[in-house]
């Protein structure tokens, strides 16, 4: 294992992250914030209880899910989009650098700035939203596989784009519909019941779900299907990973 090239990767992105916090960092805390001012406090407080549960409180995991898979892909897209567009992608091709040694140093990178900005939306919203946490380590995995899985999704969708809209258009068009349609501000409980069937074809109701037991120890989904749902996830985006570097996909052109 190559930890000098992991490291110099990993600090390299860690660095670019640095120079752009008011885009990276500023910008989803604050609008993250206005989530929780207007569903949270102002809405929030005319809106009944879900399972026992304040609305408030209710949308905490979801909103910090919202934040966390849109950064995630973002970070680690762009990350490995730009040595693309400026063609020193072929020196780290070139170098004694192997593939899962180029992908722990982009995906670390990108998985720590989500996880760490996920860590951020999470004390901001206790300014606004009085909640606990029933389970803090079962929150932590949840936030550590989701943020890896979306890096390395993120890693593809940077190295299939070739130019900079489409690093926007599976995020925006695909990925931030499915979580707002996978219980981020409701429970699938609540819908009708061909739409909870169809509802459970959504990816993002598993990650949602998971992420909210953590949090009060209620679920649509079972706990335990949504971490093996988490994990077949990550199996498929690194199993994908590997034949793009195996095969030169949109890599070597």
């Keep these: 294992m190559n930890l000098f090239a992991i490291k110099a990767i990993y600090r390299f992105e860690m660095a670019r992250w640095f120079r752009t916090l008011a885009q990276s960092v500023i910008s989803p805390v604050l609008s993250t914030s206005l989530y929780f001012v207007v569903f949270g406090s102002a809405i929030g ?82 300014i606004f939203v009085p909640f606990e946490i029933a389970h803090p380590f079962v929150m932590l995995l949840f936030l550590v596989l989701t943020s890896v899985t979306f890096s390395l999704f993120g890693f593809i969708i940077g190295v299939w784009a070739d ?36 509802t459970l074809f959504n990816p993002v109701v598993y990650l949602i779900s998971g992420f909210r037991w953590a949090f009060y120890g209620q679920s649509d989904v079972g706990v335990g299907v949504s971490l093996g749902m988490t994990a077949v996830f990550l199996v498929v985006c690194l199993t994908a990973v590997a034949w793009i570097f195996k095969t030169g996909y949109r890599l070597k052109v």
């Design 45 to 126: 407080s005319r809106m009944q209880a879900i399972d026992g549960i304040s609305y408030g409180a209710f949308i905490v995991p979801g909103l910090i899910m919202l934040s966390l898979l849109s950064e995630s892909i973002s970070n680690a897209s762009f990350g490995i989009y730009m040595p693309k567009w400026a063609g020193t992608i072929y020196e780290l091709l070139s170098a004694p650098v192997a593939w899962y040694e180029a992908v722990a140093g982009y995906v670390g990178a990108a998985a720590t700035k989500s996880i760490c900005l996920g860590l951020l939306i999470l004390a901001t919203a206790r």
């Design 163 to 198: 130019d900079f809209q489409k690093l926007q258009i599976v995020p925006l068009l695909i990925v931030t519909p499915l979580t707002f349609l996978g219980g981020s501000f409701y429970s699938i409980k609540m819908l009708p019941e061909i739409w909870q069937k169809i």
